[in-house]
Nanobody
Framework: QVQLVESGGGLVQAGGSLRLSCASS????????MAWHRQAPGKQRELVAS???????NYADSTKGRFTISRHNANRTVYLQMNNLNPEDTAVYYC?????????????WGQGTQVTVSS
């Protein structure tokens, strides 16, 4: 079982920044593809960004140029740097982990962290 613990959510004004962190204790962290999903009230869950074990990143069109996903394998942590936030980014953000390969299939989920962007 892979446990994922998110942190870093909170309330920020539009135009501001937040950095989410997701820590895992699993020894196989370095081979996993990691990702962030988000779900806003009344909306479907959306893949925000993903990063492979080798560091190749992909982003949703809505977050390209504003969000950056990164990972530190030695610390078993994945990050999501979010800049120029707007109210449409308000959601619960979930850290995911999955086995290598395409398409990315999230197998493990964190508990989620709330991000609220005020206008």
């Amino acid at each position: 079982q892979v446990q994922l613990v998110e942190s870093g959510g909170g309330l920020v004004q539009a135009g501001g920044s937040l950095r989410l962190s997701c820590a895992s204790s699993t020894p196989i962290f370095s081979i996993l593809t990691m990702a962030w999903h988000r779900q806003a009230p009344g909306k479907q869950r959306e893949l925000v960004a993903s990063i492979t074990s080798g560091g190749s990143a992909n982003y949703a069109d809505s977050t390209k140029g504003r969000f950056t996903i990164s990972r530190h394998n030695a610390n078993r942590t994945v990050y999501l740097q979010m800049n120029n936030l707007n109210p449409e980014d308000t959601a619960v953000y979930y850290c995911n982990a999955g086995l290598p390969g395409r398409p990315f299939v999230p197998k493990y989920w964190g508990q989620g962290t709330q991000v609220t962007v005020s206008s």
